[in-house]
């Protein structure tokens, strides 16, 4: 897989750091094009308004992006890209004595970490464990956005469930939903279920409790074949859930209808292939046509050509201002656990990070389908895969457009 990056730095700690490996050279580049999705993953919104349920360390940081590598004059040379995001929190930290921390937090990773690790202090753990490492990815996962992006690949994400109040997006298209989220201080491109969610964060907070929910994460544009069926590590369905997984407190991930689909019929389910009699086609006959697209953009680990449609579910915040019962792990003794400033709901923000994350698998993806060393060397290669789409097999497909026609994907 051409593609690859790494993260490193502890939420206290000076900075967090993100070395991206295998971009292409000749992509512009430069802070601006990462910095707005740090700031919505730190919960403000396109608006500048902050998220409900954000954390008040929300509000004390403004995360920028440093390029310390891998871009000169404005546009990637193929080498590692560095970037760095300074912890403004860490000045407050620094050179301060901080008493051991003792007692796990249910839902966290201080015991799982401790036990790994033999830490007595468990911020050896925690500190690494938060997901203020996810800004980092965020970072990578902008500068795979960009990349995306030459390729007229979209990648956007909204809320569809807060504690559970659901959105009702019935019939509102692909494209509406992820520029309406952007839109609203809840990331909801339901106003109706947005104003119940933000009343459904603050009797929570008023209740001393926290929530999850679900948000979705769709891509646009992108391309028929990448991915492949040949074996289980390639295959894309996977690559991407095992991405989404990986982020903090994300506990399912569902492609397409997955689990209503699982209730129906197989006649119910699978989406049929028509012929289109426009006669547009050289291969004789008419175009070939996807009227619907349960199976969320993936059909054998392999991209179809509509648009990619991923749900993800993010357990409700562990950190709780009523006290959860643990044990402290000094004395033996049993003890509520200690509350430190949290997020009462991270869902909104959490979106974004779901983008990163499949902006990076469907770089790496692409770079594997196409090759090359430089934009210049892809853009041909590209071209030539299109047109061998359109001219040979396909491709037109109502209400779900197909990559490749005039329309774009709804
Ligand atoms: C954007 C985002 C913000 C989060 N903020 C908090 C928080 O303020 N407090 C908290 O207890 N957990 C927060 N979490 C969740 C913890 O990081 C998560 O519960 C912890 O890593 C354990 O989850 P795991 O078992 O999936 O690793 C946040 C997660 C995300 C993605």
Redesign the pocket.
């Known amino acids: 897989m051409p593609l690859r990056f790494l993260t490193a730095g502890e939420s206290h700690g000076p900075a967090v750091l993100t070395i991206l490996e295998g971009m292409p050279a000749g992509l512009p580049l430069s802070a601006e094009d990462i910095n707005p999705d740090l700031a919505r993953?730190q919960?403000l919104s396109a608006g500048g308004k902050p998220y409900p349920g954000a954390?008040p360390?929300m509000k004390l940081e403004r995360d920028s992006a440093q390029i310390l590598s891998g871009v000169m004059a404005g546009v990637t040379i193929g080498a590692p890209i560095a970037v760095q995001v300074a912890n403004l929190d860490h000045a407050k930290w620094k050179g301060k004595a901080i008493a051991p921390m003792t007692i796990p937090?249910p839902?966290?990773?201080d015991l799982?970490g401790a036990l790994k690790y033999a830490h007595s202090d468990l911020r050896m753990s925690l500190e690494r464990?938060?997901?203020r490492e996810?800004t980092a990815r965020v970072a990578a996962g902008a500068i795979c956005r960009k990349l995306l992006a030459e390729f007229g690949v979209r990648v956007g994400s909204y809320v569809v469930e807060i504690g559970g109040v659901r959105a009702d997006l019935t019939d509102m298209p692909l494209e509406d939903r992820v520029a309406r989220a952007l839109e609203s201080d809840i990331a909801c491109p339901d106003e109706t279920a947005a104003a119940s969610m933000r009343a459904r964060i603050e009797a929570v907070i008023r209740a001393k409790d926290?929530l999850g929910g679900v948000f979705e994460v769709v891509a646009l544009g992108v391309p028929p074949g990448l991915g492949s069926h040949v074996h289980w590590d390639r295959r894309l369905s996977g690559r991407l859930a095992q991405a989404l997984l990986s982020?903090?407190?994300?506990?399912g991930v569902e492609i397409g209808d997955a689990f209503e689909n699982a209730k129906k019929t197989g006649t119910q389910v699978h989406d049929e292939i028509l012929l289109a009699d426009d006669g547009d086609s050289t291969a004789g006959g008419g175009r070939l046509l996807r009227p619907t697209n349960r199976a969320g953009g993936l059909e054998g680990g392999i991209t179809t050509g509509q648009p990619i449609v991923l749900r993800v579910a993010?357990?409700p915040?562990?950190?709780?201002l009523t006290p959860l019962n643990s044990v402290d792990l000094a004395s033996g003794e049993p003890r509520p656990v200690e509350y430190?400033?949290?997020?009462?709901c991270?869902v909104p923000?959490?979106g974004v990070?779901g983008e990163a994350m499949v902006c990076f698998v469907l770089a790496d993806a692409l770079l594997e389908k196409l090759g090359g060393d430089s934009l210049a060397e892809m853009k041909p290669r590209f071209e030539a895969l299109r047109r061998a789409c359109l001219s040979d097999l396909l491709m037109s497909n109502e209400p779900t457009v197909f990559w490749g026609t005039e329309e774009q994907n709804t």
């Open positions: 993953r919960g954390s360390r937090r839902g966290h990773a799982t464990a938060s997901a996810t926290t982020i903090h407190a994300m506990k993010m357990k915040i562990a950190t709780t430190e400033r949290s997020d009462f991270a923000r959490a990070i």
